[in-house]
C-alpha cells in the first residue's frame, strides 16, 4: 500500500460527535416538482396570475377565488425516470417506471350577492405529490489509485479527542487492548465521541492501518489505492401536501386567498458501494437511510385586474417557511476481503449489532426558507390564456436545528454551498372548440448548489457513513396537454419532460498539492416523462 497525498479541503473542529444533518440531507427537501392538475401540469405550472385550477392553491392562493361554482378534481398518472452516468468513459443507464396517485381536491364556491363588494366566497382542500423521489442510479469506472478508504483513513487521521487534541496518537490508541480496533462498541462508547463512524468502521475492517515509530507514536494513518469502484442506489418515497384554502372575490376585480399547508414526508434510500483495491482486495458498503417528517407552512396570495375592462391581470404570492420536524434512521454494513501475504482476510461490521434498535435514531427540525412568487397574466381573443411568473428562494437561509432548536454543525455548509434559486414559468392554453383546448408550458429552475460544495462528515454529519453526494445544476421542464370540457364533466391529460444535469461523487476524493480535485466527477444526465390523467367534475 502507498500513502496517497492528501489536503483537508476543510478544516473545522467538532464540538462534539453530534448527528447532524449536512447541506444535501436539506436540499433533498427544498423546492417541488410541477405536479398536480393535468391542466396546471400541461401549462408548465404557470396558472398564479390565471386562477380556477385546484393546483393554484399551493401557488398562489388567491387562484381559488376564481371559481364561480363548485370543484372536485383527481388526477393520476404514469413516470418513467431515467439516470445516465459517465465516470471517466465508463457509461451506466438505470430506469424506475412506476403509477403515481397526484391530485385530488375540491372547491366550495359561495355566491355573496352581485352588486355587494364581496362576490364570492370560496372554501378548498387539495392534496398533491409535491416531490416524486422514485428513481435508480448507479455509476462505475477506473479510481486511478483513488479510494473511500483514503476518506476514511483521514477521518481516523482527524479525531478529536473530546479537549480539541487529536486522538489516535499512539498505536496503543489503535491497536491496544483498549483501542479502537478491540473496543466492545466504539460507536456508542463516549471515549471515541470524536471519531466519525465511517472511518471507524474502516479501521475495524482493515481498509485503514497505522504505522509507527519505534516508541510506539503513530506516524502514518494509510488507506488502501482503488483501482475500480461501482455505486447503485434506489430511492422510494414523496412529499406530500394538503392545502386548506379560504378565498374571496371582491368586485370581480380583486382576488385574495390564504391556504394552510401541511406536509409529509417519507423518503427511503437504499446504496450499494463496492471496490475493487490493490492485491485482488475489495470491500462493500451498504447503507440504508431513512426520512420521515411532518410540517406546515402558510401561504398568502392576491390576484388584481387593474383595469375593469380588461383581462390583463397580475398576482403576487408569499409562502412563508415550512417548519418541518424530522426523524432519521440509518444504518450500514461493511464487508470486506483483504489479501494479506498469502491468505485472504474476511471482516464483516454490521453497525445493527452496535445500536439500539440496529438503527441511528436522530430527531431535527428542518425550516425552509421564504418563497417569493410574482406573475402576470391575460385573456387573449377569449379563446387564449397566457401566463407568465417569477419565483425567488433563498436556499442559503435555510435552517437545521435539532429538537431543542439548537443550531447544527451542518448550518455552515448551508451558508456557504446552498445559492438563491430562480425559477421561471411560462403557460399557454388555447381554445380550439367550445369543448375541447389545447396547452403548453416550461419551467426553469436555477443552480441550486455551488459547484464545489462537498459532503464533510467529520464536520456536519459524524454518524453517517453514506459518502456519496449530487452537486445539482439547474433543472427544466417542457409539457404540453389536451383538455376537454363538458356541461358536467372535464377531463385532462398532460406530458411533462423534466430533466437536469449534476455532478455526482462516490465520496470526497479531497484534493492533491496543486489544489485540482483527486476524484474527478461522474457527468449525471436525470430525466422524467410524466403522463398524467385529471377527471374533475364542476357544478
Do not use: C
Not at 406536509?263 to 427511503?268: A, F, G, H, Q, V
Not at 397574466?377 to 379563446?383: A, K, L, R
Not at 439548537?406 to 403557460?427: C, Y
Request: aromatic residues 14%; proline residues 2%; hydrophobic residues 35%.
Amino acid at each position: 500500500m502507498k500513502k496517497k497525498i492528501m489536503v483537508l479541503t476543510v478544516a473545522g473542529a467538532l464540538a462534539s460527535a453530534a448527528a447532524a444533518q449536512n447541506q444535501y440531507d436539506a436540499l433533498r427537501f427544498l423546492g417541488n416538482d410541477v405536479n398536480g392538475t393535468a391542466r396546471f401540469v400541461g401549462m408548465g405550472g404557470a396558472m398564479s396570475s390565471l386562477g380556477a385550477d385546484l393546483s393554484t392553491i399551493g401557488t398562489n392562493p388567491a387562484g381559488i377565488g376564481l371559481y364561480r361554482s363548485n370543484d372536485v378534481a383527481l388526477s393520476f398518472g404514469f413516470n418513467a425516470n431515467k439516470s445516465h452516468s459517465d465516470f471517466n468513459g465508463s457509461v451506466m443507464d438505470e430506469s424506475r417506471n412506476r403509477a403515481s396517485f397526484d391530485q385530488v381536491g375540491f372547491v366550495w364556491s359561495t355566491k355573496i350577492g352581485n352588486k355587494t363588494d364581496l362576490r364570492f366566497l370560496n372554501f378548498a382542500f387539495n392534496y398533491h405529490k409535491r416531490v416524486n423521489f422514485n428513481r435508480q442510479f448507479a455509476s462505475k469506472g477506473g479510481l486511478n489509485g483513488n479510494s473511500l478508504t483514503w476518506q476514511m483513513a483521514d477521518m481516523i487521521d482527524g479525531a478529536e479527542d473530546g479537549n480539541g487534541g487529536l486522538f489516535y496518537q499512539s498505536e496503543d490508541d489503535f491497536y491496544g487492548s483498549n483501542g479502537l480496533l478491540n473496543a466492545d462498541n466504539p460507536y456508542m462508547d463516549r471515549k471515541y465521541v470524536g471519531t466519525p463512524y465511517l472511518g471507524a468502521m474502516g479501521a475495524r475492517t482493515g481498509l485503514v492501518d497505522v504505522k509507527g515509530d519505534e516508541d510506539g507514536n503513530i506516524t502514518d494513518i494509510y488507506g488502501w489505492n482503488g483501482i475500480d469502484g461501482e455505486y447503485y442506489s434506489r430511492e422510494t418515497g414523496s412529499v406530500n401536501e394538503y392545502d386548506f384554502n379560504v378565498s374571496f372575490n371582491v368586485r370581480d376585480r380583486f382576488y385574495f386567498g390564504a391556504t394552510l399547508g401541511v406536509y409529509d414526508i417519507d423518503y427511503l434510500r437504499y446504496s450499494s458501494y463496492g471496490e475493487n483495491l490493490e492485491g485482488n482486495s475489495n470491500f462493500t458498503l451498504n447503507n440504508t437511510y431513512k426520512t420521515e417528517g411532518t410540517g406546515i407552512d402558510l401561504k398568502v396570495g392576491t390576484i388584481i385586474r387593474p383595469f375593469e375592462y380588461s383581462p390583463f391581470r397580475f398576482g403576487l404570492a408569499i409562502h412563508t417557511p415550512i417548519l418541518y420536524n424530522m426523524s432519521d434512521r440509518y444504518t450500514s454494513v461493511l464487508v470486506t476481503n483483504l489479501a494479506l501475504e498469502n491468505s485472504t482476510v474476511s471482516y464483516t461490521e454490521n453497525l445493527r449489532d452496535y445500536l439500539s434498535g440496529g438503527q441511528y435514531v436522530w430527531d431535527y427540525r428542518l425550516i425552509t426558507p421564504w418563497r417569493f412568487n410574482v406573475s402576470v397574466g391575460t385573456i387573449v381573443g377569449g379563446i387564449m390564456a397566457l401566463d407568465a411568473e417569477y419565483e425567488f428562494e433563498n436556499y442559503s437561509a435555510t435552517k437545521l436545528q435539532n429538537a431543542e432548536g439548537v443550531e447544527l454543525n451542518g448550518q455552515s455548509a448551508i451558508k456557504e454551498t446552498l445559492k438563491g434559486v430562480h425559477s421561471f414559468r411560462v403557460g399557454m392554453e388555447t381554445k380550439v372548440s367550445s369543448a375541447f383546448s389545447v396547452r403548453a408550458g416550461y419551467h426553469f429552475r436555477s443552480t441550486p448548489i455551488t459547484s464545489d460544495a462537498f459532503k464533510n462528515i467529520p464536520v456536519t454529519d459524524n454518524t453517517r457513513t453514506d459518502a456519496e453526494y449530487l452537486n445539482l445544476k439547474s433543472r427544466q421542464a417542457v409539457s404540453v396537454g389536451l383538455g376537454y370540457r363538458g356541461r358536467l364533466v372535464y377531463a385532462d391529460v398532460a406530458y411533462k419532460y423534466d430533466f437536469y444535469k449534476g455532478d455526482f461523487y462516490a465520496f470526497d476524493g479531497g484534493l492533491d498539492q496543486s489544489g485540482n480535485l483527486l476524484l474527478s466527477p461522474t457527468k449525471v444526465n436525470n430525466e422524467r416523462h410524466q403522463l398524467l390523467f385529471t377527471i374533475g367534475v364542476h357544478f
